[in-house]
């Protein structure tokens, strides 16, 4: 009986398992997005900032530069421009350079 016993769990233990081939499976992420954030200071005139933000953010209007300078100014940050890291890392860059106060880059 032991023996018919002890068969019938190796013979469980033996039977083949099919799992899943992890190499074959892909899984497509994307890209993080990044903040480009410009901070309030004591030294930047809102005509700077404004211009700074028109100079180097593509496709910023002088009215969103504008609500966007205010934003710095009265809540202390604003979110000038979200995109892929490369990008961000560039814009971020031009705006320290043109003398803007920055925070570090975020991924959104």
């Not at 009986?1 to 002890?6: E, K």
């Not at 994307?30 to 404004?50: G, M, Q, R, S, W």
């Not at 002088?62 to 809540?75: C, F, M």
Request: glycine share 6%.
């Amino acid at each position: 009986m032991v023996t018919r016993l002890a068969a019938s769990v190796y013979g469980m233990a033996t039977a083949p398992t099919v799992t899943p081939d992890k190499a074959s499976q892909v899984t497509r992420k994307p890209y993080p997005n990044y903040k480009v954030i410009v901070l309030n200071d004591d030294f930047n005139t809102f005509e700077h900032v404004a211009e700074c933000l028109m100079k180097y953010i593509p496709g910023m209007s002088g009215d969103r530069a504008w609500d966007l300078t205010n934003q710095v100014h009265y809540e202390g940050q604003a979110i000038v421009w979200i995109g892929p890291q490369e990008a961000a890392e560039l814009y971020h860059q031009q705006l320290r350079r043109a003398g803007l106060t920055m925070a570090p880059l975020e991924s959104a």
